[in-house]
């Protein structure tokens, strides 16, 4: 993977669908361990928004390529009393080798990598979920085999993680369709940008009928109906999305084998039951620990590790 070495990525759109490809098989090598990795380097992970999965997946991945972690709380950094970006983001790169960032404003990401030297990979923004679609579609390629020609169904808010979907589907030649309530759509620019990867060889799909959407499906998908920052709207939301709930009679209009994922936190209840998420077509804990492998495929690459 010496193609990404030094590169940042700050959305799946920053890849070919060769790159994509090469760090799932590196994922599935560093996860079966027949392959073992050195990269003694230093990660920083600086975070304005909670977590649990990608703070902890990303820890481990370094600490298991012998590399280290400094974990860069903007509460206790002076980044919570107002330093510009441009200002911390000189300053971090002549102590790190690489950071990860998760944010609001995808701009603010943009600024920082523009800043900085070292490589900048997109831990969550309210744009784009890259990493997390890494760990996606190696899920769904550990279950299928392959993953050209399979469909994918996303139901629910039309968010980051729907965005860096279509991007993620499109570049392995996977269909992909969005089911959201009128006026929830993905970002209208990224829709776009995952239809000419596509390019007419697969369908990038938005819809508003969720039961049309599911129908062939082997990947059913959803996150929460209102994501970080937008907990003000989270009751509003509840009326708006009631049909978008993947549940029993939701599943079986797919195909027999399909398999269920959520990138968690999960409401259950809400965009998912508990009776599916604990089912036997859930893969959501496979998916949740993909996340490690993925990320360990994505900094060894970019590190160069050896």
């Known amino acids: 993977m010496a193609a990404l070495i030094g590169r940042d990525l700050l959305s799946l759109a ?15 090598e560093l996860k079966s361990q027949r392959l073992k990795l050195h990269c003694p380097k230093v990660l920083g992970l600086l ?11 990303f820890t481990v991945a370094m600490y298991q390529l012998g590399g280290q972690v400094i974990d860069l709380n903007p ?22 080798d690489i950071l990860a960032i998760r944010t609001f404003a995808q701009q603010d990401l943009e600024i920082f990598a523009h ?71 993905p970002n209208a620019a990224i829709t776009e940008k995952a239809r000419a990867i ?20 082997s990947a059913l998908y959803t996150d929460v109906w209102a994501s970080m920052g937008q907990e003000a709207e989270a009751d509003a939301r509840l009326p708006i999305f009631q049909s978008y709930q993947i549940n029993e009679p939701l599943l079986s209009l797919a195909l027999r084998d399909a398999i269920v994922l959520h990138c968690l936190p999960a409401h259950r209840g809400e965009e998912i039951t508990g009776s599916v998420i604990e089912g036997s077509h859930s893969r959501v804990w496979d998916q949740a620990e993909n996340r490690m492998h993925a990320q360990k495929a994505l900094l060894a690459s970019i590190l160069g590790a050896e």
């Open 75 to 96: 509460n206790v950094t002076q980044v919570s009393r107002g330093e510009p970006i441009e200002d911390t983001a000189r300053v971090l790169d002549r102590y790190l």
């Open 115 to 185: 800043y900085a030297k070292i490589p900048v990979i997109n831990a969550l923004t309210d744009l784009g979920h890259p990493c997390q679609v890494l760990a996606d579609l190696m899920t769904i390629q550990e279950c299928f085999g392959t993953l050209a020609g399979l469909t994918l169904t996303y139901v629910g808010d039309g968010n980051n993680v729907a965005n860096s979907l279509m991007l993620g589907c499109a570049l392995v030649g996977m269909n992909v369709r969005i089911a959201t309530p009128i006026g929830y759509e």
């Open 198 to 217: 596509a390019d007419n060889k697969t369908e990038v799909i938005l819809t508003n009928d969720p039961e049309a959407a599911v129908k062939g499906a």
């Open 14 to 28: 920053d890849l070919s669908a060769t790159e994509v490809q090469e760090l799932l098989l590196l994922a599935t």
């Open 47 to 57: 975070f304005s928004k909670a977590s649990t999965r990608t703070r902890v997946s």
